[in-house]
């Protein structure tokens, strides 16, 4: 799965998670998430539907919004850990 | 704006005090009726705690019952804050009834919460004046669908309860003094700093409006609530005057055997499906994680921390970080597994049993190696 699509799926689970924040078209991939709304509950439930969307765990050291600053790095992450994944098996 | 200017030179030729503030011809009268404004209204002396919590800290019913303890002492205010972090997080007091704990916590002030029953809602504002008269702080709680200045004002969904209170009244127009400890969005508290205890009036029918539409609500829910407004009144001399006593009654009453926290681990198996919704988990982390914050700032205040040693400094702030981002990553992860839906394995479970346990006794042994 490239870049893209993660992000597209990412997107989708944040906009459906973010209360502040209703119209995403305009929202860059490194605007703060605490600035759309997002906070450390909010977090772990994006979290958790990312996991789902993408067949993977976050480590309990990763559950941690503050190092999660914006899309793009949740993005990194995903892609991290699907290729990580990928070579594993 | 070109008069605006004429007047400023006006006055500023003039020299005179009378028309320094605010440039208005105007001002005559305002000055002649300042005296008077001043008499019209009964009020009670509450600090504004700007530097006070909020509702990430501590639940918008008992900040407001904090703030009209300061009436009586301005101190008060963090004392009750402290002991509600305390109690909450370690604690034997069987919570019974929702007053049972608040009262326990004011006992040590002196103080006490007094239930009101008012059946007939034309009596309302003659009992919060004869109170005010009394020099009696009150608590109101009322639905946030109640009170026309929140956003979830007539939103039936929103069963939530917060408290207000009441500290004085005007003698000639129909307004009540109220103080409101947060405000309301509960999906912006996290994000927006917002003051405390803002005072502002609202007109009798306001009041009574938030009165009826609140009571309407815990008619339909049996609530204990129901017609039902408290005052906070003094009764006695306060078992804790000042902190150093606070920090011995906090030393000789912790235990950590009483952790709230750990049994929420204990139990976690039991109840993941009631971890998954925001509003458990918001709550959980108010009293595990937000109000920790408070604990840590209270306990820093009373051993003045700054009057430690650079060493003994970082000491307290290291751990007290530590303390924070261990619960802060245990709440995360309970969270997590309940959204999982995964329970906690044996490991686990001892592992963040044993953790808490640790932490709690460092925590003590800090506290008294840097008090005693």
Known sequence: MNMNNIETKIRAIIEENAEMQKDFSHITSDIDLKNIGINSITFIKIVVSIETEFGIEFEDEDLDYNKFPNIKSLVNYVEDKTHNSKESK | ?372
Not at chain 2, 41 to 50: N, R, T, V
Not at chain 2, 98 to 119: A, C, F, H, Q, S
């Open chain 2, 1 to 372: 704006m070109l008069k605006i200017k004429l007047i400023i030179v006006k006055n500023l030729n003039d020299n005179s005090k009378k028309y320094c503030y605010p440039w208005s011809p105007f001002r005559d009268n305002w000055l002649k009726n300042k005296e008077e404004r001043c008499i019209m209204q009964k009020s009670l002396k509450i600090d504004i705690y700007k530097n006070g919590y909020n509702a990430s800290h501590i639940n918008c019913i008992d900040i407001p019952i904090a703030g009209a303890s300061g009436y009586y002492n301005y101190e008060n205010y963090f004392y009750y804050c402290f002991y509600y972090s305390m109690f909450t997080n370690w604690t034997n007091i069987k919570n019974d009834h929702w007053l049972t704990l608040r009262n326990e916590i004011l006992k040590k002030i002196g103080l006490t919460m007094v239930v009101n029953k008012i059946d007939d809602s034309s009596q309302l504002i003659s009992s919060i004046k004869s109170h005010i008269d009394n020099m009696q702080p009150l608590i109101l709680i009322a639905k946030y669908n109640s009170l026309f200045y929140s956003g979830s004002y007539l939103n039936i969904a929103d069963k939530g309860s917060h408290g207000i209170i009441i500290s004085g009244y005007d003698t000639e127009r129909p307004l009540i003094i109220i103080r409101e400890s947060v405000h309301i969005d509960n999906n912006l508290f996290s994000t927006v700093k917002v003051e405390a205890l803002t005072k502002f009036q609202i007109t009798d029918d306001l009041l009574l409006d938030i009165w009826n539409k609140t009571n309407i609500s815990y008619k339909e829910e049996n609530s204990l609530l129901y017609n039902t407004l408290y005052n906070i009144e003094k009764t006695g001399e306060p078992y804790i005057k000042n902190y150093k006593e606070l920090v011995d009654d906090f030393l000789n009453n912790f235990d950590p055997n009483c952790s709230k926290l750990a049994e929420v681990v204990n139990s976690f198996n039991d109840c993941i499906d009631n971890m998954k919704s925001y509003g458990s988990i918001e709550l959980l982390r108010r009293i595990f994680y937000g109000s920790i914050t408070v604990l840590f700032e209270i306990l820093g205040k009373a051993i003045q921390v700054e009057m430690l040693s650079e060493e003994n400094q970082n000491r307290f702030n290291i751990f007290k970080d530590e303390y924070k981002k261990f619960r802060y990553f245990l709440l995360s992860k309970l969270h997590a597994q309940a959204l999982r839906n995964k329970p906690l394995n044996i490991t686990q479970k001892e592992g963040f049993l044993e953790e808490i346990h640790t932490k709690d006794n460092e925590l003590i042994k800090l506290i008294k190696e840097f008090y005693c």
